[in-house]
C-alpha cells in the first residue's frame, strides 16, 4: 500500500485526537453523576458544542469535511449537538438535585453512537483517498482514471465537445537521476507538478501515471484548441527552470502524445493511441506534441 501523504496523516492523528477527547469529556459526565462535580462550560453552556475540543476541531476543519461527504459533515455537526443538548439537561437536572430524564440519556447514548459511527466512516473515506493519491506530487494516482474517463465522456457528448487523452513524459529524466539522485528526481517531480497543475484548467484532471508519466483529460471544442492547450503546457515547463540544492537551475521539457477519444474507443485504447503518439514525439526530437491520428 503506497504511504499516506503527510496531509492525511495529520488529518488523521487530528481525528483520532478529537474523538479520544470526547471520550475523555464522556469521563467527566460520569464524575459529575457520581460526584455532583460541575462539569465546566463545555457541558453546561447552550453553545457546547462548539466549545468542547472536538467541536473547535471539527469547525477548523469543516471545508475537509465538507470536500469528502458534504450531507455525513452536515450529519456531524447535527447529531454533536443533539448529544451535547441532552448531556447539558442531564447534568443541569443532576447539579439541582432532581433525577435525571430517561429520554435524554436515550438520546445521548444514540447520538454518541452515531457520531462515533460517522466519524469512522470519514476515516476511512480519508485512508481509502490518501492511497488513491500520489504521495510525492499530491496528484491522483491512475485508480480514479477509470470512472473520471466514463464522466467526462458522458459529458462531452453531452456538450458536444472533444475529449482528448493525453500521455504527458519528462524528457531525459532518466540522467537527472543518475547525475543528481533519486531525491532531487523526486524534488523535480514534484515541482513539474505543480507547474503542470497551475497551467491547466480546472476541469482538466492530471494523474500520476507511473514513474515520470503523466495522463491529463483534456475537453475541448475543436482540433486547434487541442493543440493551442498542448502548446501553452509545453511553453510553460520550457519557461520554468528547477532549481536544485547545488544551486543551479534544472531546464525541464516534456513531451505529449494526444489521442482523440473515438466512439469505439474505451480508455485502454485511448492510452494505447496516446502512447504511441508519445513515442512518435520522442522519436522526433522531444519538447513537442504529437496528436494520434490527425
Same mark, same amino acid.
Given at each position: 500500500?503506497?504511504?499516506?501523504?503527510?496531509?492525511?496523516?495529520?488529518?488523521?492523528?487530528?481525528?483520532?485526537?478529537?474523538?479520544?477527547?470526547?471520550?475523555?469529556?464522556?469521563?467527566?459526565?460520569?464524575?459529575?453523576?457520581?460526584?455532583?462535580?460541575?462539569?465546566?462550560?463545555?457541558?453546561?453552556?447552550?453553545?457546547?458544542?462548539?466549545?468542547?475540543?472536538?467541536?473547535?476541531?471539527?469547525?477548523?476543519?469543516?471545508?475537509?469535511?465538507?470536500?469528502?461527504?458534504?450531507? $455525513?459533515?452536515?450529519?456531524?455537526?447535527?447529531?454533536?449537538?443533539?448529544?451535547?443538548?441532552?448531556?447539558?439537561?442531564?447534568?443541569?437536572?443532576?447539579?439541582?438535585?432532581?433525577?435525571?430524564?430517561?429520554?435524554?440519556?436515550?438520546?445521548?447514548?444514540?447520538?454518541?453512537?452515531?457520531?462515533?459511527?460517522?466519524?469512522?466512516?470519514?476515516?476511512?473515506?480519508?485512508?481509502?483517498?490518501?492511497?488513491?493519491?500520489?504521495?510525492?506530487?499530491?496528484?491522483?494516482?491512475?485508480?480514479?482514471?477509470?470512472?473520471?474517463?466514463?464522466?467526462?465522456?458522458?459529458?462531452?457528448?453531452?456538450?458536444?465537445?472533444?475529449?482528448?487523452?493525453?500521455?504527458?513524459?519528462?524528457?531525459?529524466?532518466?540522467?537527472?537521476?543518475?547525475?543528481?539522485?533519486?531525491?532531487?528526481?523526486?524534488?523535480?517531480?514534484?515541482?513539474?507538478?505543480?507547474?503542470?497543475?497551475?497551467?491547466?484548467?480546472?476541469?482538466?484532471?492530471?494523474?500520476?501515471?507511473?514513474?515520470?508519466?503523466?495522463?491529463?483529460?483534456?475537453?475541448?471544442? $475543436?482540433?486547434?484548441?487541442?493543440?493551442?492547450?498542448?502548446?501553452?503546457?509545453?511553453?510553460?515547463?520550457?519557461?520554468?527552470?528547477?532549481?536544485?540544492?547545488?544551486?543551479?537551475?534544472?531546464?525541464?521539457?516534456?513531451?505529449?502524445?494526444?489521442?482523440?477519444?473515438?466512439?469505439?474507443?474505451?480508455?485502454?485504447?485511448?492510452?494505447?493511441?496516446?502512447?504511441?503518439?508519445?513515442?512518435?514525439?520522442?522519436?522526433?526530437?522531444?519538447?513537442?506534441?504529437?496528436?494520434?491520428?490527425?
Amino acid at each position: 500500500m503506497p504511504a499516506l501523504p503527510s496531509e492525511a496523516d495529520i488529518f488523521i492523528a487530528e481525528l483520532d485526537a478529537a474523538v479520544e477527547a470526547h471520550m475523555n469529556w464522556t469521563r467527566r459526565i460520569l464524575r459529575c453523576a457520581v460526584l455532583r462535580t460541575v462539569p465546566g462550560e463545555d457541558v453546561l453552556d447552550p453553545l457546547a458544542h462548539t466549545l468542547c475540543h472536538f467541536g473547535n476541531w471539527f469547525m477548523s476543519s469543516r471545508d475537509h469535511f465538507e470536500a469528502l461527504d458534504a450531507p $455525513s459533515s452536515r450529519c456531524v455537526e447535527a447529531v454533536h449537538k443533539t448529544m451535547h443538548d441532552a448531556i447539558r439537561s442531564i447534568c443541569t437536572r443532576m447539579l439541582a438535585g432532581q433525577p435525571g430524564n430517561h429520554a435524554d440519556l436515550e438520546t445521548f447514548e444514540q447520538s454518541q453512537s452515531e457520531l462515533l459511527v460517522l466519524l469512522a466512516r470519514f476515516k476511512t473515506l480519508i485512508l481509502t483517498q490518501a492511497v488513491r493519491h500520489d504521495p510525492l506530487t499530491g496528484l491522483p494516482l491512475r485508480y480514479g482514471i477509470e470512472n473520471d474517463f466514463a464522466l467526462y465522456r458522458k459529458e462531452a457528448r453531452r456538450n458536444r465537445t472533444l475529449l482528448y487523452v493525453a500521455m504527458i513524459d519528462v524528457d531525459h529524466f532518466k540522467p537527472v537521476n543518475d547525475t543528481h539522485g533519486h531525491l532531487v528526481g523526486d524534488m523535480v517531480l514534484r515541482q513539474l507538478a505543480g507547474i503542470l497543475k497551475g497551467t491547466l484548467r480546472s476541469n482538466e484532471p492530471l494523474y500520476r501515471f507511473g514513474g515520470e508519466e503523466f495522463l491529463w483529460l483534456l475537453q475541448c471544442k $475543436s482540433v486547434a484548441e487541442a493543440e493551442q492547450s498542448a502548446q501553452r503546457l509545453l511553453a510553460a515547463v520550457r519557461g520554468a527552470s528547477v532549481p536544485i540544492p547545488d544551486g543551479a537551475l534544472l531546464a525541464l521539457t516534456v513531451t505529449l502524445g494526444l489521442a482523440r477519444v473515438r466512439e469505439q474507443d474505451d480508455l485502454s485504447s485511448a492510452i494505447m493511441r496516446a502512447d504511441l503518439a508519445l513515442y512518435d514525439g520522442k522519436k522526433s526530437g522531444r519538447d513537442r506534441y504529437v496528436i494520434a491520428d490527425p
